[in-house]
């Protein structure tokens, strides 16, 4: 069983940063392939960035450039850092465990946080 949390969200004007927290429970964490989506109101859950146990990640289209996803094995975290923040951006933020190598759908997801809301003014 793995649990996650995530921590960090907020309101930010646009043009402004966050940086997002997930802690995770379970072991190996080392070894999972960890990553971010979002869903806004109205809309379907979608990929942001993920980070597989090798360390290579991949982000969407929308947030390259702006946002890094990092962990911290030792401490079984995963981050976001978002910058230069859009109002497009607005939206619940879910840290999710991958169930196999690549995580970039959400039904390649097998565990969910309950979300952290981030709401950016323009």
């Known amino acids: 069983q793995v649990q996650l949390v995530e921590s960090g969200g907020g309101l930010v004007q646009a043009g402004g940063s966050l940086r997002l927290s997930c802690a995770a429970s379970?072991?190996?964490?080392?070894?999972?392939?960890m990553g971010w989506f979002r869903q806004a109101p109205g809309k379907e859950r979608e990929f942001v960035a993920a980070?597989?146990?090798?360390?290579?990640?991949s982000y969407a289209d929308s947030v390259k450039g702006r946002f890094t996803i990092s962990r911290d094995n030792a401490k079984n975290m995963v981050y976001l850092q978002m910058n230069s923040l859009k109002p497009e951006d607005t939206a619940v933020y879910y840290c999710?465990?991958?169930?196999?190598?690549?995580?970039?759908?959400?039904?390649?997801?097998?565990?969910w946080g309950q979300g952290t809301q981030v709401t950016v003014s323009s």
């Open positions: 379970g072991r190996p964490f080392s070894t999972y392939t």
């Open positions: 980070s597989t146990y090798m360390t290579t990640t």
């Open positions: 999710a465990k991958g169930s196999r190598l690549t995580l970039s759908t959400p039904d390649s997801a097998d565990y």
